[in-house]
T-cell receptor, first 116, second 115 residues
Framework: KQEVTQIPAALSVPEGENLVLNCSFT??????LQWFRQDPGKGLTSLLL?????REQTSGRLNASLDKSSGRSTLYIAASQPGDSATYLCAVRRNAGGTSYGKLTFGQGTILTVHP | DARVTQTPRHKVTEMGQEVTMRCQPILGHNTVFWYRQTMMQGLELLAYFRNRAPLDDSGMPKDRFSAEMPDATLATLKIQPSEPRDSAVYFC?????????????FGPGTRLTVL
C-alpha cells in the first residue's frame, strides 16, 4: 500500500526566504506526482504535475523535483511571500492498470506560514 | 474560466437524514473523483468515474454511500442514513480526456456536519 509522507508538518519563515518542502513515498511505481496548494476553507489548487519520466517542473517561483527511484519529491519556493501561506499537499498516482489507475494518494500536507 | 463546481457549499443535518452532494465537472473532462478530507485521515479517495462509469468505489462505505453520474455534467454523492462520523469536507475533482494520469482539478468542497 502506497504511503506518502510530508516533512515538515509545519513551517514558519520570514518573507523573502527560499524554502523546500519534502515529500516521500514508499512505492516507486508511480505514474506521476502532483503538488497542490490548499488555502483555509478552500479546495485544492494544482501547482505542478511531474510525470514519472521527468526530473523537475517549474512554474514561476515554484520548482518541483522528482527522484522516483528514491521515492522523493521536493517543492522549492523562491523568495517566499505572505501570499504563499497555505497548506501544501503532494499526491502520487499509481502506475498500474485496472481500477487502481488514476488513484491519487495524498500526504498529510505541510502548513506554511510566511510572515512579513 | 472553467472550474469544478459543487453544491451545497455547507450542509448541517441530523443523524439519520439523507444527504446529497452535487458536482459539475469541467466541461469536456471525462474523469470525476470524490474525496473526503478530515483532520485525522487527511484526503481519502472515495470513488471515481470515467466516461460516467464507476471504476473504483472501494474507498466508500457501501452500506450508506452511493455515487452516480446521471449525465456527463453532473456527479452525485449520497449518504443515507448519515452519521456524525461522516462529518468532513467532501471534494469533487475532474480530469481531462485521455489517460487517468491527467492532472486533477478540485472543486471548492462541501462541508458536511452531521449532528
Amino acid at each position: 500500500k502506497q504511503e506518502v509522507t510530508q516533512i515538515p508538518a509545519a513551517l514558519s519563515v520570514p518573507e523573502g526566504e527560499n524554502l523546500v518542502l519534502n515529500c516521500s513515498f514508499t512505492d516507486s511505481a508511480i505514474y506521476n506526482l502532483q503538488w497542490f496548494r490548499q488555502d483555509p476553507g478552500k479546495g485544492l489548487t494544482s501547482l505542478l504535475l511531474i510525470q514519472s519520466s521527468q526530473r523537475e517542473q517549474t512554474s514561476g517561483r515554484l520548482n518541483a523535483s522528482l527522484d522516483k527511484s528514491s521515492g522523493r519529491s521536493t517543492l522549492y519556493i523562491a523568495a517566499s511571500q505572505p501570499g504563499d501561506s497555505a497548506t501544501y499537499l503532494c499526491a502520487v498516482r499509481r502506475n498500474a492498470g485496472g481500477t487502481s489507475y488514476g488513484k491519487l494518494t495524498f500526504g498529510q500536507g505541510t502548513i506554511l506560514t510566511v510572515h512579513p | 474560466d472553467a472550474r469544478v463546481t459543487q453544491t451545497p457549499r455547507h450542509k448541517v443535518t441530523e443523524m439519520g437524514q439523507e444527504v446529497t452532494m452535487r458536482c459539475q465537472p469541467i466541461l469536456g473532462h471525462n474523469t470525476v473523483f470524490w474525496y473526503r478530507q478530515t483532520m485525522m485521515q487527511g484526503l481519502e479517495l472515495l470513488a471515481y468515474f470515467r466516461n460516467r462509469a464507476p471504476l473504483d468505489d472501494s474507498g466508500m462505505p457501501k452500506d450508506r454511500f452511493s455515487a452516480e453520474m446521471p449525465d456527463a455534467t453532473l456527479a452525485t454523492l449520497k449518504i443515507q442514513p448519515s452519521e456524525p462520523r461522516d462529518s468532513a469536507v467532501y471534494f469533487c475533482a475532474s480530469g481531462g480526456q485521455g489517460a487517468l494520469g491527467n492532472e486533477q482539478f478540485f472543486g471548492p468542497g462541501t462541508r458536511l456536519t452531521v449532528l
